[in-house]
Structure formats: structure tokens, C-alpha cells
């Protein structure tokens, strides 16, 4: 297993210490054991949860690396996928990871003492309600989801949080194109600039990150209600 993620972190390009191998592979197993009783991810086979959950939310450092001490925010992170893998492989940065459900958070947060992370938190609460308050609203360097949304929507939770200046990732399968073309206008009406595709870095994932520069803060009516936006997306 250390082997493996080693070597598949080099292949990335991605810089870490033994230390974080070892910090990477405690935080799958807990989140493999913690899945027996809480269903916090499908994958339960060690091997393929290590590519499809740590390497593949490595990617991000590999196509979008954060800049230096920048303040992250992932939204509906679940298990912690990708904001503890960030976590861990970039100590500058500080991470909030989000989570509408109590009980993801309580894992999250028992994975943070455990692991002694001093650059990690974990909040229960919606991002379109977060999204409202000073605290988080046009707050954060860096924005990502993995497996929340189609994009239209996850554009409207997404980027109310960043800053203008700031970047929105969404980790997308294999309709990410797709996504893509029906969340412009969306995007753009948010404060986005134009967006970015990147295949994903992986061999053989049919996956992509999409990339969106936020160049204006979000006009003050977005985020709606988390229904309202499920049900009529921007331009949809």
C-alpha cells in the first residue's frame, strides 16, 4: 500500500514526506473502518479506494495546486474526499471541510484530533446557507466538490464561497464536458470567468477538474435555497 501510494504520487508530481504517506494511509483506514457502520463511501477494497479516493483527489494538486497559505473550503466533503487528502498534503493551507450531516463531521473532526492536523476543521452545514454568512460568503482562496452536484448547481453552491481572485474546482466524471456546456451561463452569472477543462492526470480515470477563476464577487440574490436550486438551476 505505502509502495503504491508513493509511487503514484510521484507519477503526479506530487511532493510529500513519509510522514504524510503514513498520515494518508491512517486516514483511508479509518475511513475503510468507520465505513463497516457508517456509509460514508461504495469502495470498501483497500487498494481501490487508495487510487479511486487519495490519489484521485491528489489530482488537484497535480492540474490546480492551491497557492502558498491559502484558505480552502470543500463543500459537501462526506468522508473527506478531497479536503483531507489536501489537508495532509498541504500543511500551508488552512481546510474546511463541509458537511450537511452530523455524523460525517464527527468522523472528520475524530480524524483531525487523531492525526494531529492544525490546519483542518470540520462544520456541519448547507453551503447555500453558509454561503449567506460573512464568516464564509466571498471568503475562501479555493473552492472544490467531488461528487456533490451537476455543475450548474454546484456552481451556485460553490462559488458564493470564494473570494474574487479566488478558484472553484469541481472534480467531474466522465460527462464533465457535458456539465460544462450547460452550466455557462450559470457559471458566469455567479462571478466566474471563463471555465477550464482538465482531463484528469490518472491512467485510465475517465475523469476531469473543472477550473473557474471567480472575477467578481456573487451578486447578493445567490445563493437561493438549496431546493429552488435543484429544481431550477441558472439557465436551465
Sequence with gaps: MREELDRGLAQLGVTHSARQSEELLAYLGMLLETNRRM????????????????????????????????????????????????AILRPDCQVTLCDATRKKVDFLSSVIGELGLRNAQAIQGRAEELARTQQHRDHYDYVTARAVAALDQLAEYCLPLARAGGLFLAMKGRRGAEELERARSAIAALGGASPQLFPSPLAGMECCIIKVKKWRDTPREYPRSGGVIRKHPIGG
Design 39 to 86: 456509509n460514508l463511501t461504495a469502495i470498501r477494497e483497500e487498494n481501490t479506494a487508495l487510487r479511486l479516493h487519495l490519489l484521485d483527489s491528489a489530482t488537484l494538486l497535480a492540474v490546480a495546486p492551491p497557492p502558498q497559505g491559502s484558505s480552502v473550503m470543500d463543500v459537501g466533503t462526506g468522508g473527506g474526499l478531497p479536503g483531507m487528502v489536501l
